[in-house]
């Protein structure tokens, strides 16, 4: 459905941020990109939502296809008009409008017939009950947890076939972390709309997931099933802090850190 052969991508035509990153995303499954802080992971997500061109950046190398047709370079709108949907990092919204506002301007994007709208608002309402009661609140006042959900709820608004969704768990307490990731496994299964998942919380990504793919330095240097990533003892170390079963692992009593993970080898 969305694959991503060979890319690089730079920034001002000078700045190498991505280099040959392959990564597939098959029709209704859920995938995971995990990664540090400034690993190339939004950057990737931009590359295919379009969002680079609005911060001077291009795919210079490779091909981003979506059902078989080239998607790289086109302009956000018009990959948005596909079905391929971001939700950026950060709960970007337009804080003076209401909640409901804001989840109607998500369906803005969609060209089926006016009356679908409140249809589609009782569903975003059923992932997301809190939203129902504050769908009259100045957006600005929500708390992070309510943007978050907000967000979400204002992508399924535009009727997506892949939602691109950037750190969903960023800043957000334990309890709405888990909240959230439930909300995220409830949408790919019922509504078979495909995720691709960047996360820093590894653990959450991974149980979520079911393939996932790992980044660093602008390139995937790891990738397979949920399942063997979490066996995977480098994953384990860097990822999970685990350095044996239960046994937590500071970054600061590994040595040579590089040299150890195997797939550097």
Known sequence: MLELENVEVKYLNTILVLKGVNLKLDKGSLACLLGANGAGKSTTLKAISG???????????????????????????????????????????????????????????YKGPRSQMGKDLEMVYSYFPRLKSLKDRTAGYCSGGEQQMMVMGRSLMGHPEVVL?????????????QEIAGIIKKINKTEKVAILL??????????????????ENGRIV????????????????????????????????????????????
Not at 166 to 176: F, K, N, R, T, V
Not at 251 to 262: C, I, L, P, S
């Open 51 to 109: 969002l680079l061109r609005t911060e001077e950046g291009a795919v210079t190398d490779g091909v981003i296809s979506y059902d078989g047709k080239n998607i790289q370079n086109r302009w956000p709108e018009d990959i948005a008009a596909l079905g391929i949907l971001q939700v950026v990092e950060g709960r970007h919204m337009a804080e003076h409008l209401t909640v409901e506002e804001n989840l109607r301007a998500g369906g803005l994007i």
């Open 222 to 265: 790891l990738d397979g099933s949920a399942d063997s990533l979490r066996e995977n003892e480098d994953v384990k170390q860097f990822y999970l802090g685990l350095s044996g079963i239960g046994q937590k692992r500071s970054y600061k009593d590994v040595k040579h850190y590089k040299r150890r993970k195997r797939w550097l080898g």
């Open 165 to 177: 969704l950037d750190e969903p768990s960023l800043g957000l307490a334990p309890l709405l972390v």
């Open 198 to 215: 960047v996360e820093q919380n590894a653990i959450m990504g991974l149980d979520l997931a079911t393939y996932g793919y790992v980044m």
